[in-house]
């Protein structure tokens, strides 16, 4: 585990220059140094890079003839599909256990559970929002299980939902901030932590508190690398990792989430068209300012695209405390911003040959923190990235116990 987040972040250092940076922020001359990458993205249509963007382990073999450190990183990202136990393969699901929950996330709750053993000890479900995952463990296996979550509102939910399932005497939500709230009287050594998609810093303290009570198991699937940390940089977790010199900022994080295959076809066109637009409102920014220096636009809603592309330049020129010339021939710019999207694409395609690897690198990280910490790590894939393209998950035990 040490030799390979080792490798990792030797590649992701070597190759920064072409992952850190933002596609918007220029979009050519990266990629002078590799005229065979860069003659390759050139021959990709709008459909070629649609379908590469779905998969992380078909982008890299695609490229790897023509930028071969893809396939080392294809071998460093590779993680096994979880085993799904025989007594959790058998175990039948309680009928409308899923009902109010979206399907996909329903799928998402599933897996996870098949992915593991029966829980033998009571569970905690970190930042637990209705208690879906929880109340099922407990309806399926007959653990308690106390979920922990800020938002009252889905505090009540989840007690709601506990009671209209019969299962009020063993699930139960508590409201909770579980990065400022002291949990030392909450939490016991044969507790078994779980978190489904905890957020970066949510689950970065969930295994501090987890270390700090000698939890005897954690089961979890990062998520948001990015949100919730106490720092504007990354502070890694492990030994090891704190000898990196590699600099990660949250926004360098952001790299780790980009991929979003789970999104529909008209979502992905909307984003993709609100993309030209910024694109092309920075081209008339630069004309306007006389600079060739990018200006990140402020995130507007995906319904201004309803008020045209016009209304989108003069909504982010007031923001930006630019003034807009009377006469602009808002077509012009709205088409250029076209031609730079198809250009941006490609190059951004090049930040995602780096997307799984740093990903790789920060669960890495966390794994390397729990067996320092005398935790025995497993890392493995619960779903397919349809289901969700976060779909790492990382079971811990004490090496003590099993």
Not at 31 to 53: K, V
Not at 193 to 209: E, T
Not at 304 to 311: A, D, H
Not at 374 to 390: A, D, K, L, N, W
Request: with cysteine; proline share 4%.
């Amino acid at each position: 585990m040490k030799a390979r987040f080792t490798k990792l972040d030797q590649i992701l250092k070597r190759y920064e220059h072409l992952w850190k940076p933002p596609a918007f922020s220029s979009i050519d001359s990266r990629l002078d140094d590799y005229p065979e990458l860069q003659a390759w993205l050139r021959s990709l249509s709008s459909d070629d890079i649609d379908t590469l963007q779905l998969s992380d382990q078909d982008l890299l073999a695609s490229a790897a003839n023509y930028f071969p450190v893809a396939s080392e990183l294809l071998s460093l990202i590779s993680v096994p599909a979880s085993e799904t136990s025989k007594a959790t393969k058998e175990v039948e699901l309680p009928a409308f256990w899923d009902t109010g929950i979206p399907g996909r996330k329903a799928a998402q709750i599933k897996s996870f559970i098949k992915s593991q053993s029966p829980p033998t000890t009571p569970l905690i479900e970190w930042c637990c929002g209705k208690l879906h995952l929880g109340r099922l463990i407990s309806e399926l296996y007959k653990q308690k299980v106390t979920g922990l979550e800020i938002d009252t509102q889905l505090v009540n939910q989840a007690n709601i939902l506990s009671r209209t399932r019969k299962l009020s005497n063993q699930t139960v939500a508590l409201e909770c901030d579980v990065l400022n709230d002291d949990l030392s009287q909450l939490l016991e050594a044969n507790h078994h932590l779980i978190a489904l998609h905890a957020c970066g810093g949510l689950h970065v303290h969930m295994l501090k508190q987890g270390v700090e009570s000698h939890s005897n198991r954690m089961t979890f699937s990062p998520c948001c690398y990015h949100r919730f940390n106490s720092s504007e940089n990354y502070q890694a977790l492990s030994l090891v990792g704190r000898t990196t010199l590699l600099s990660l900022s949250n926004e360098d994080l952001r790299l780790a989430t980009r991929q979003c295959n789970t999104a529909s076809a008209a979502e992905t066109r909307k984003r993709k068209q609100l993309q030209a637009w910024r694109l092309g409102f920075d081209t008339l920014q630069k004309d306007i300012r006389h600079t060739d220096q990018y200006l990140p636009c402020p995130s507007l809603s995906i319904r201004i695209l309803q008020e045209g592309f016009e209304r989108f330049c003069k909504k982010c020129a007031q923001l930006k405390d630019i003034d807009l010339p009377q006469t602009i021939d808002f077509l012009h710019y709205q088409s250029l911003g076209q031609t730079k999207y198809q250009e941006y694409e490609k190059l951004e395609l090049v930040r995602m040959l780096f997307r799984r690897a740093l990903e790789t690198w920060l669960v890495l990280d966390r794994c390397l923190f729990l067996e320092e910490n005398g935790y025995h790590c497993q890392i493995s894939t619960f779903c397919e990235s349809s289901v969700s393209p976060r779909n790492f998950l990382i079971k811990a035990h004490l090496k003590n116990k099993t």
